[in-house]
Each structure stands twice: as C-alpha cells, then as structure tokens.
C-alpha cells in the first residue's frame, strides 16, 4: 500500500491517518482474499523473551525450586541460550546494544556488560535474582502464618487497629413506653509499625568471568529462605516475651483469664483451656464469644500428647480399663509443635479469622522479599540489596489461652 502512502500524504492526511487507512485496506485486501493472510496479535517483545529465557536457564542451572511444582525449573529444549555461560550471556547483551566484543578482555567485557548504555545484562541477572529470591521464599515452610493474622500497612508510622464492644442485649421499654437510651462501649486499640530487614548482595565481575551461579543465584535463595525464618523467629519471640498491650497488662495475664497451671497436654488440662477460651467476653463486657479453639500450639516434646489428646477415642489419662469417652476429641483442627518455644508452656488459639491475637503486618501488603540492584562503588561489580518490610503486634487477649 506504499503506492497510496505517498498520496494520501500530500492530501494532507496526518500520519495517524494514513496509518489507519493502510490498515483499513490490508484487511480489506485480506477478506477478498479469504482472510488468515494479515494477522495481528500481541505478543511479547524480543526482550521479554530474552529475559525470560534467561532466567528460565539459570533458574535451571542452579536446581532452583518451582513454587508451582515444587520442583526444579525445567529448561525447555528450544530456549535460546540453553548451555550459555554468564560471560556468553554477558557478550551477547553488549554486542545486542550495538558494541563489538572482538579484543575485549574478559574482565572489561564484564565491566562493559553492567556500565554499557543499552546492555541488559544487569537486568537480565536482576531479573533471574529476583524470581530466585521469590521462589525459595514461596517454598520455604513457616508455621506463623497458622496463629497469626496477616495485615498491611501504609508506611513506616504507628498504625492503630482498633477493637469496639457489643451494645448488648436490646432493653425493655419504661413504663411511659419509651425506649432507653444505650450506652456505645469504649473500644480498645493497639498499634503495629512496620520496620526493614534486609541485607545486600556483592557480585564481581571475577564471579562473572568464572560462571559461578552459586555466588548470586545460591545466594538469592539463601536470601529468600532467610527472609521467611527472619518472620518465624521474630514471631515467636514475640509470643515468648508475653508482650505488653495497650492496656498494660501483659497478653497472658491472670485478669485476662487466659492462664492455666503448668500440666502437660491431656484432656483435662486441654478442656480447662476450652471452657476459659469460651467464657471470653467482648470489648464491653456484654457478650460471651463462645470462641472454639482451632489450634494447639507447643514445644516439641509435648506434640505427641496433643495429637493423642486430640484423636484418641477415649480418654488416655484414665487409670484402669475403664474406656471413658475422650470429651475433647477433635477439638482443634491445627497442631503445630516447634522447637522454636523453648520452654513448657503450650497454647490454644481461636481461628485468626474469628479473634486475632497476634498480627505480622506488611508493608503495602507486600508479604515477599523485595530487591534493589545498583551499580557497585566499592566493590569491583554490582550488588543488590534485599529487604523485607513487616511489623509484629499484640491485637487481642481473648482469642489465646496459655498453660504454663
């Protein structure tokens, strides 16, 4: 249609037009002809398929787990850089911006390829990074996330959760038939802030030069296994030091009613937890929860009592061949015993869902490990910086019971 361009041009037709009324008649041309001879579709661009064969291959170089399959990636046969190397790679990024290689030694080759205006070879190693650090992250196993509630917050400050009572019970009319006048209940509140964990990452143009995987990808999922044992330990340290809430009372407190003597797992001790953790009140005062617990959580010497506890048909504490009925059969639908407590208290927990107790809030809803890249100054190469955004926070008494 390059016949027609040209006069349509001088007719003073814009380039947005002429642009259109070529297309106009390619699909013109195209339906007398049959059609399926012009076809448009969007695909992905040359460098996100770049990109993504890339990471595709180092991910399967360095036996990286797939959070889909729970397997390592799998290197497709007609990837384009199947068997390259990091230098391979690093060449083919210059001379795809435009730079001739020939006569570069490898140590400038490498320099070029993270400084050269147009190289995406700190993307493409940004990029195989990241999916690297998100995908050991993913499969990392974490039990928190089973006690605690998942938040977001905005940004850095203090941010309020708050808690309202119940009205209670609706009143009779007075006498003259009018209705009282109830009383809102004041509400609790406790605060959580978000704070940065992180670390940075160094990689030399020397690990570059000698294809060691190891020193950014091994590292990546170092980072990304790192970063889910980072919350796991601060949760349960959090829960050890019985933190303090609004009120000033600790989270675990004989006001609270929510503490048991020290006693081991069993049905007695189990259904004393029961009937405390279902006598709750609300914020005012006014209305039982009737919680149920929905986990058990503890060390893990007592994990075999609680599973016993919890599925046994009868009762195992009765003395004798008296087979009395177990009364708290299947009571909780979660146990997880962890050597992270280290002493012998044991807890109940109501569903997250249904009464929060402790929070891990995240920034922006980010619950994964986030990565920077820039250029290295005091080291020969380039480095990134891994970080993770969270907060801890004690929300509510009511939905925990301690023994111990």
């Known amino acids: 249609q390059s016949e027609h361009a040209a006069d349509w041009i001088r007719a003073g037709h814009s380039v947005d037009h002429v642009r259109g009324l070529i297309l106009d008649s390619l699909v013109r041309a195209d339906n007398a002809a049959g059609g399926n001879i012009n076809r448009i579709s969007v695909t992905q661009d040359e460098s996100e398929l770049q990109r993504a064969a890339v990471t595709d291959a180092l991910l399967s170089r360095a036996q990286v787990i797939d959070p889909s399959t729970k397997r390592t990636f799998v290197l497709t046969g007609d990837n384009p850089v199947r068997g390259l190397t990091l230098m391979d790679l690093a060449r083919r990024s210059l001379e795809r911006s435009g730079v001739r290689t020939d006569g570069m030694s490898k140590l400038e080759l490498a320099g070029r390829a993270f400084t050269q205006t147009g190289s995406d070879f700190p993307i493409l190693l940004e990029a195989t990074m990241h999916k690297a650090l998100q995908s050991a992250y993913a499969v990392a196993p974490d039990t928190w ?5 998942t938040g977001t917050v905005s940004d850095f400050r203090q941010h309020s959760r708050y808690r309202v009572g119940s009205l209670g ?6 006498e003259a038939g009018e209705f009282k006048n109830k009383t809102i209940p004041d509400g609790e509140k406790a605060t959580v802030t978000a704070g940065t964990k992180g670390n940075i990452i160094n990689l030399t143009r020397q690990a570059i030069i000698n294809d060691d995987l190891g020193a950014f990808i091994g590292l990546a999922t170092a980072f990304g296994r790192a970063a889910k044992r980072t919350i796991e330990a601060d949760a ?6 019985n933190p303090t809430l609004e009120s000033g009372k600790a ?9 048991l003597a020290a006693a081991l ?3 007695e001790s189990v259904d004393a937890l029961r009937v405390q953790l279902a006598g709750q009140k609300d ?13 058990w959580l503890g060390p893990t010497k007592y994990g075999s009592a609680a599973r016993v506890t919890n599925k046994a048909e009868y009762d195992p504490d009765t003395a004798g061949k008296l087979q009395r009925p177990n009364a708290v059969q299947g009571l909780f639908r979660d146990i997880v015993d962890t050597a992270r407590i280290k002493d012998d208290k044991w807890y ?3 569903d997250p869902a249904d009464c929060p107790v402790i929070e891990v809030a995240f920034l922006d809803g ?3 490990p986030f990565l920077d890249y820039e250029e290295g100054f005091t080291v020969d190469g380039v480095r990134w910086k891994a970080r993770l955004d969270f907060g801890l926070a004690a929300l509510d008494y009511r939905g925990a019971q301690r023994c111990g």
Request: charged share 10%; hydrophobic share 50%; glycine share 8%.
């Open 145 to 149: 996330s089973r006690w605690c509630a």
């Open 169 to 174: 019970n609706l009143d009779a009319l007075t």
């Open 236 to 241: 349960y340290a959090f829960l050890a030091s």
């Open 251 to 259: 989270l675990f407190h004989a006001d609270h009613g929510n503490i």
């Open 265 to 267: 797992p069993g049905v």
């Open 283 to 295: 914020v005012g005062g006014n209305e039982v929860l009737d919680l149920s617990p929905a986990l």
């Open 348 to 350: 109940l927990f109501a």
């Open 366 to 368: 980010v619950t994964e």
